[in-house]
């Protein structure tokens, strides 16, 4: 059985998707059960990911990269998670963000800054939630203060891919205080050897152990003001389109995460006999197979579908904000049911669907949880 066919995928985003599946195959799924466990960061993979050309290539060919697009990185995302979400959730916040750096910074900057990432020299990350603020981005306190030809950086992020490992991070702050909130904030580059900038790993997580996160605090941390990517007050509108193809990343995870479930669930039951038969001559168990496929290919034709629309800018918000949810409450759905498939087999920490059900806990969350996404489609399908 093969769910994550080529057919659904554009010609054009095959041979990626091909060499993810290839890397995943040969790094990611032979290494994952380890990573999990010990909760390290996985540099080695990191690294190999590098030379192998599939991180940091949504970056333009100009400055190292491929140019790859939303659809093609959503084909490298279902082939990565479905082997392992933390590795894969590595791999994919090495460049973080740097896609807004790309299409609002200077020449200069992106010279500087994009060019080491593509070459796989340098990482980065995106700082924007809050410990007391998530998916409200209009509603973050950490302040940039313009004194003299420099910016002045107070507050804390959290939940920070690469807070720690990153060379530099962007940084989502509030330049102004005015009655649009909307207009208050900026975007920044910000080294993580800047004085000023602090930054830990926040407590260990239930799922995705091989990706880190940090706590950030930055204690007037001082940064040039050639530093500001594109226009002060223009951080919300940058960062609102950006996660629009975020978003259709991350329905990939769900359907790499989706996939596994299934996988893991088909394998068992068609293994395992119960009162002298295969569970899955049972037709309860063949209903609820029925529904993890279901439920997962109408996810799939509607992340494809809405990874086109984002990619020629057609109500991306919209479409992005679909894909995100279903994708990823689908994944969250297929995981439990193949957890209880498995039984009490399920709860041992060395079954990989035990590691899928923990892992689906965090996409449903991240780059805006789905009660928000689902504000988005009311509003969005009205207008």
Known sequence: MELLSEDIVPEYARDVKHEAREFAQEHIAPNAEEYYRAGDYP????????????????????????????????????????????????????????????????????????????????????????????????????????????????????????????????????????????????????????????????????????????????????????????????????????????????????????????????EFVHEREEFGRHVSDFQAVQHGLADMRLEFEAARALNYRAAEKVRDYDNPGLWAAMAKTKSTEVARDNAQQGMQFHGGRSILTDRRIARVYRDVRIPVVYEGANEIQRNLVYRQSGE
């Open 43 to 266: 540099w080695e993979i990191l690294e190999a990911g590098q030379d192998a050309g599939l991180v940091a290539q949504d970056i333009g060919e100009e400055y190292g990269g491929r140019g790859l697009d939303v659809v093609q990185m959503l084909a490298m995302a279902e082939e990565f998670y479905r082997a392992d979400a933390g590795i894969a959730l590595t791999l994919q916040l090495a460049s973080f963000g740097a896609e807004m750096l790309e299409q609002y910074g200077t020449d200069e900057q992106k010279e500087e800054y994009l060019r080491p990432l593509a070459e796989g020299e340098e990482i980065s990350g995106l700082a924007v939630s809050e410990p007391d603020v998530g998916s409200d981005l209009a509603g973050m306190h950490t302040t940039a203060e313009k004194d003299g030809d420099e910016y002045v950086l107070n507050g804390e992020k959290y939940w920070i891919g690469n807070g720690v490992e990153a060379d530099w991070i962007t940084v989502y702050a509030k330049t102004a205080d005015t009655d649009d909130r909307y207009m208050n904030y900026s975007l920044f580059i910000v080294p993580t050897d800047a004085v000023g900038y602090d930054a830990e790993h926040i407590p260990e997580k239930m799922g995705m152990r091989a990706s880190k996160q940090a706590h950030i605090v930055f204690d007037d941390c001082r940064i040039p003001e050639e530093n500001l990517i594109g226009t002060e007050g223009g951080g919300f509108m940058m960062l609102a389109d950006f996660f629009n193809h975020g978003r259709i990343v991350v329905g990939g995870h769900g359907l790499g995460l989706a996939a596994a479930a299934f996988e893991e669930a088909w």
